[in-house]
């Protein structure tokens, strides 16, 4: 009974709302209530837009857009606004009072999170408006099932306090395992980064300092030791990502990521780096079909006169063979994310038993998605889904680059088809698949994988 009368004051409210939408009504002022450690210019900044609202409709909307900045700004808890008439004796007068919580200074957790192949168990502290301008000061560390640990430190804060573009700092540690290459990888970051969003594309420029070490783990071969060593990056990166995918995953989703690294900017790593995503999904009833296609490209830098650059190094720190890329720089493919059907990170050159990536790959895939049939559909629901798919792709080493690419990148293609299931899960999304790799009847330096895997992650190709 409570609930049916709850419903029928929601449409009683609704109607009233929709009666009024378009009176003409005026802002009075605005009060806040909440706000302790925030800075009054920054709240003031989300809350202006308000006061030009003209009919009542446009009040609330403004209202709740403000709320939703608040929020985006990442030290707001809550955001609520009441409208209410204003003591001035004229009913088309309206005062809005927004009543906000802020987040706790010193917030921290404990989580386990999946993606890219691997679960990640992860604990944070963060020092939260600490400056009165959005600011957070956060300490994360996070250990992955695939043996990578690491160690971030990082304060970030809204430009100019637009919550659409943060500013970010980092300094930051990791220690990787790289079985498939028989290394172990250090690295030490400091990175300043801008992101921007507007409409459908968002922007991220980053320049990044990163001292890196490769150590080999294993008796691996001579010319593959050679690629290991240290090696001192600085770069500049730009990433930029459109997208019109709605609630239902459908649209279409393009990002472009451009590294340049070195040159003018120092350090003993020299190229420029360019990654390619398209990814396209549209329902037709009752199947989901997709497509996408990936194309990556290192073209190496000349490096500059050491008088034009005082930090150049005299030489690189680790012995590059015919300008070929830093091997923690290169391209890798194969595995449940990527190409299916092949090991994971199996596909392209290698010495002996590793893999040692390449300055190019190429990859498309082709999806079909279905319900469950009948009476699975109703018990399991919708989140688990039937699939099939192809996908292919090719790694060129910097000597293939040299020769005759088109040739190479049509030559020896990795390829495969499959079935399987799909789990949509709030956290992830899991492949359960069935894949046989396309036989050449020719000599392959790919290495297969048939039969089943399982795949976790959010980026899939």
Known sequence: ??????????????????????????????????????????????????????????????????????????????????LDHANTGNPDEFDIRFNIRESRLITGGTGVTVGNNEGRAQLQLSLNNFGGVADRLSFSTSKTSTGTNLYDVALRVPLAGVPWTPFSLHLTKAIEDLPMSGCHADTLLAAAQLQHKTGFTEHTLRLESAWRHLSATKPVPLDLRELTGHSLKHSLLHDVTFTTVNDSDDGFTASLKTELAGHKLGGDVHHLKNELWLRFQQYLHPLTFAIAARVGHISHLSMPPPDDNPFQLDQPLARQPQDAPFLADRFFLGGTLNVRGFRHQGIGPRLGSYAVGGSAYWAAAAHVFSPLPGRLRQHIGDAVQLHAFANAGNVLSQAQLSENWRQHAVNDVAASFGLGLRLRASFCQLELNYALPVPWNRPSQHVASPGFSVGASWEFL
Request: aromatic share 2%; with cysteine; proline share 0%.
């Open 1 to 82: 009974m409570a609930e049916e009368q709850l419903n029928d004051l929601v449409a009683k409210l609704t109607a009233l709302l929709e009666k009024n939408a378009d009176r003409k009504i005026t802002i009075n002022r605005i009060k806040v209530d909440g706000a302790k450690r925030t800075a009054s210019w920054l709240i003031s900044q989300q809350l202006t837009e308000v006061l030009h609202a003209s009919t009542m409709g446009e009040a609330l909307e403004e209202a709740d857009y403000a709320c939703a900045k608040l929020k985006t700004l990442g030290v707001i808890a809550e955001a609520t606004a009441e």
